[in-house]
């Protein structure tokens, strides 16, 4: 009987182990949400602007900061700055302009 519960206490913990996700499935899913982050930015010459922060898979969104400069003539190729919003589910990106400190 001991034998049985040990055994069954031990698949389980392997059972939940297996499931967290590895360092090559965060760096996966680093790719693609730079990736679509990028594609649906409106700024030229665009980059990260640190780590992503994410949400609870109950939520399923990660967000992340990017940077670039306005391609409009009229913007002066002035330095802008867009928060990005992908879904993990769908896998796709939203973005707005954010500018820190303004309501």
């Known amino acids: 009987m001991?034998?049985?519960t040990l055994t069954l206490l031990s698949a389980l913990l392997l059972a939940s182990t297996a499931q967290a996700s590895s360092d090559q499935a965060w760096a996966?899913?680093?790719k693609q949400l730079l990736r679509a982050c990028t594609?649906?930015?409106q700024l030229k010459d665009v980059r990260a602007l640190g780590?992503?922060?994410e949400f609870d898979d109950r939520t399923g969104y990660s967000a992340l900061l990017l940077q670039g400069r306005f391609p409009q003539k009229h913007m002066n190729?002035?330095?802008?700055t867009e928060l990005c919003l992908y879904?993990?589910?769908h896998k796709t990106a939203t973005?707005?302009?954010?500018?820190p400190g303004k309501p």
Do not use: F, I, L, Y
Request: glycine share 4%; proline share 0%.
């Open 87 to 89: 879904d993990r589910r």
């Open 77 to 80: 190729n002035r330095k802008g």
């Open 39 to 41: 594609q649906a930015s």
């Open 2 to 4: 001991k034998a049985q």
């Open 51 to 53: 780590k992503s922060a």
């Open 95 to 99: 973005v707005t302009e954010w500018t």
């Open 28 to 30: 996966e899913h680093d």
